[in-house]
């Protein structure tokens, strides 16, 4: 007997990610991540990571749809569902500094896509002033969206901020999360596919809320100093300072800032442990700094904090390096049984 037809269980809404790279914005936080891989964009995507929720991703970067708003298939047009609650619920990334349009009545300084009523390109502020209240968590990747950025540097003409700045610092989404940022410029791209990832795990029940520190960063990648995480430290430690780039020392002396600045890359690596900022010699310019990067300018000179600390270091690290090479000299002899004669010497004792 044929099995009566059961109707297949009901699937739950994808989680629906709504990414405005219309910020001040280079994209390069978009391509950044493109070199996730742990996990990689296309394994969120593809929803091969277990317990995940089915999410759909409306990312300029890599969405085939295209075309004007109204079009066949306009991208713009998940937008506007997600303005209009047709999407819910959905996660709004945002990529790039935002412009006080404030001081542009005349214009705009960015948008995305146009108003269908007023053919009018609608601001990107405009935007997260319509999809904010509605979005499940708001994520701005990248120093710009975070906290400005280059493009909010001194002298800038637009007035640009990062999005807890034009939203407020304590806002926090209809499910109760803060602005989750992702500093760096560009972000490390695992950094920004774990804290995604995190957020869906969240959305889906099985994580507690995402731990952020009080500059909303996720506490477990940003809770360390670069310095901490520098294979270089032992140099600096010692008193060894690189006066040129092409030396493995410590670049502290040539400008690197690693000692105060908060980021894990030269733990973790760029791309698959690859690459990094000072661990493969190039100062860390503090690119995930609220301060970055006015604060840190000039790039190349030394930090000024840095000057009293290396001096200290390098006096003690004069003494630690003279009784370090004591005890080198030691460990770096074998033991002396270790011999072909017709004698044992190793002081092995028989039990009988
Ligand atoms: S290179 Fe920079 S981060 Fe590395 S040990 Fe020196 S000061 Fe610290
Ligand atoms: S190590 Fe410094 S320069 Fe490199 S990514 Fe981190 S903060 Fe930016």
Redesign the pocket.
């Known amino acids: 007997m044929d099995a009566a037809p059961t109707a297949a269980p009901a699937e739950d809404p994808p989680i629906h990610i709504l990414w405005i790279n219309a910020g001040l914005s280079c994209d390069g936080d978009s391509v950044s991540l493109t070199a996730a891989m742990q996990p990689s964009i296309e394994e969120i995507v593809m929803g091969v990571l277990p317990g995940l929720p089915k999410i759909a991703v409306h990312w300029p970067l890599i969405d085939f749809e295209c075309g004007p708003v109204g079009g066949a298939d306009t991208f713009i047009e998940w937008f506007f569902k997600g303005e209009r609650g047709e999407i819910d619920p959905f996660v709004l990334v945002v990529e790039g500094s935002i412009p006080n349009e404030k001081i542009k009545p005349e214009g705009y300084w960015c948008g995305f896509g146009d108003d269908p009523e007023t053919g009018q390109p609608i601001t990107t502020s405009e935007w997260i002033d319509r999809l904010a209240p509605k979005a499940l968590a708001v994520v701005a990747i990248g120093t710009c969206a975070t906290y400005g950025g280059i493009h909010a540097m001194e002298g800038n003409p637009t007035g640009a901020m990062g999005v807890p700045d034009y939203l407020g610092w304590n806002w926090t989404s209809k499910a109760g999360i803060p602005i989750v940022c992702v500093p760096g410029c560009p972000i490390q791209p695992d950094n920004f596919s774990e804290t995604l990832t995190y957020l869906l795990y969240q959305a889906a029940g099985s994580a507690p809320m995402i731990p952020l520190d009080d500059k909303l960063r996720p506490t477990w990648l940003f809770g360390a100093t670069?310095?901490e995480g520098?294979d270089?430290?032992g140099?600096?430690e010692q008193g060894q300072f690189a006066q040129t780039y092409d030396s493995p020392q410590?670049?502290?002396k040539l400008g690197?800032w690693?000692?105060v600045v908060k980021c894990n890359v030269?733990k973790r690596g760029w791309m698959n442990g690859i690459g990094g900022c000072?661990n493969v010699g190039g100062i860390?310019i503090a690119c995930t700094m609220p301060g970055f990067p006015d604060k840190f300018m000039p790039f190349m000179d030394e930090p000024p904090g840095a000057k009293v600390s290396s001096k200290a270091s390098g006096v003690y690290g004069a003494v630690v390096r003279r009784l370090r090479s004591i005890t080198e000299h030691t460990v770096d002899q074998e033991p002396k049984w270790r011999q072909s004669g017709r004698t044992l010497t190793t002081g092995y004792r028989p039990p009988w």
Do not use: E, I, Q
């Open positions: 670069v310095h520098c270089r430290a140099y600096y410590c670049l502290v690197c690693g000692p030269p000072p860390c």
